[in-house]
């Protein structure tokens, strides 16, 4: 069975940081690209960031650019976001998502784009 489990969300306060996981299991992980999406309270869905599948490209939005890292551990089919200087407008549930490419970032917010995806992990940026 092909699952993605984010976790690491939680409340933190403007400025603050958290790390979220994505544990992979069901399919091979070394071969799929794999993103970030996030939506917001009231909004649609929203890339964030994306690595290949080797870790060698990566992709941000403009809105999280040198604020988040994305990386994975191929060896531990697990990927992660770093999110430094979070602010309110980052408040979202973010989702982990995989797609079956090889050697590219996936840039697409579209859950049709990928092949795995995520529950969700809520992230509350808030005093």
């Known amino acids: 069975e092909v699952q993605l489990v984010e976790s690491g969300g939680g409340l933190v306060q403007p400025g603050g940081s958290l790390r979220l996981s994505c544990a992979a299991s069901?399919?091979?992980?070394?071969?799929?690209?794999m993103s970030w999406v996030r939506q917001a309270p009231g909004k649609g869905l929203e890339w964030v960031s994306g690595?290949?599948?080797?870790?060698?490209?990566?992709g941000y939005a403009d809105s999280v650019k040198g604020r988040f890292t994305i990386s994975r551990d191929n060896a531990k089919n697990t990927l992660y976001l770093q999110m430094n200087s979070l602010k309110p407008e980052d408040t979202a549930v973010y989702y982990c998502?995989?797609?079956?490419?090889?050697?590219?970032?996936?840039?697409?917010?579209?859950?049709?784009?990928?092949?795995?995806w995520g529950q969700g992990t809520q992230v509350t940026v808030s005093s």
């Open positions: 998502a995989g797609a079956r490419r090889y050697g590219y970032v996936v840039r697409n917010q579209d859950k049709s784009a990928y092949d795995a």
């Open positions: 069901g399919f091979p992980f070394s071969t799929f690209a």
């Open positions: 690595i290949s599948n080797g870790g060698r490209s990566t």
